[in-house]
Structure formats: C-alpha cells, structure tokens
C-alpha cells in the first residue's frame, strides 16, 4: 500500500491498485503548454509530452527534442502522445511523421449511442 501526503494539503490515504500493468509501471507523461520550462522538466524526469489535441507539434517537438538531448536522454526513448485529438487521415499522418506512435481519440460527452458513432467513425481512420 502506498500513501501520499502533498506540500499543499492534498492526500492519498495508504490503498493498493490492482489490476498492476502489464508489462511493468506504464509511461510517465507530462501535459502542458509548449515551452522550454516545460521541456526541461519533462527531459529531467518523465518519458515524454502529452500535448492536449496535438497543435503547433510540428514546431514545438524540434525543442522538445532539443532539451531531451541536452539532458543526456536517448532520442529514441521520447514518447509523445496527442491527447483528446479529433482525427482525420492528414491529421493522423502527420502525427506519424513527427514520430508520434500513438494518440488518445476525443469521444463526445454524450450518451452511449452517439460515443459508438464516434467509435465507429474513428475506426476508418484506424
């Protein structure tokens, strides 16, 4: 069981979760705006970015890249996952070639009909 006690008055009282992932602890990744204060973190002690619909990737990762290296981290091992992304073909393309090699889909708030027509929507881009 494992507690957690926060500087700012936040709390976890000592639980266990279970299922464990399989494979091991999954990948740390961090959200924010682009920036360089935001970079170096992720560079210092995270496996990589989770952009929140996945705009400006084209110039923001060449810096991301940048602090990374700089922190002696492997450029192979960045992960970067554009979360709650709308897609289309060009979209997911694009995301493939800035090196991208997985992203989190945007479901509607809505009942369970309309989120299967999203799904199944989804699925020809898939």
Do not use: M
């Not at 266990?16 to 360089?36: F, S």
């Not at 073909?89 to 989120?115: D, I, R, S």
């Amino acid at each position: 069981p494992t507690a957690y006690e926060g500087r700012y008055g936040y709390s976890v009282r000592a639980s266990e979760a279970w299922p464990k992932p399989a494979g091991g602890a999954p990948r740390t990744l961090v959200g924010g705006a682009a920036g360089p204060r935001l970079f170096e973190r992720i560079a210092a002690a995270a496996d990589g970015w989770l952009p929140i619909g996945g705009r400006g990737l084209t110039t923001a990762l060449p810096a991301l890249r940048t602090a990374w290296e700089r922190a002696g981290r492997d450029p192979k091992a960045l992960h970067v996952v554009p979360y709650a992304v709308h897609p289309n073909p060009g979209k997911l393309a694009h995301y493939e070639e800035l090196g991208c090699e997985e992203v989190v889909l945007q479901l509607p708030p809505a009942g369970e009909a309309e989120v299967l027509r999203a799904l199944d929507a989804y699925a020809a881009h898939l």
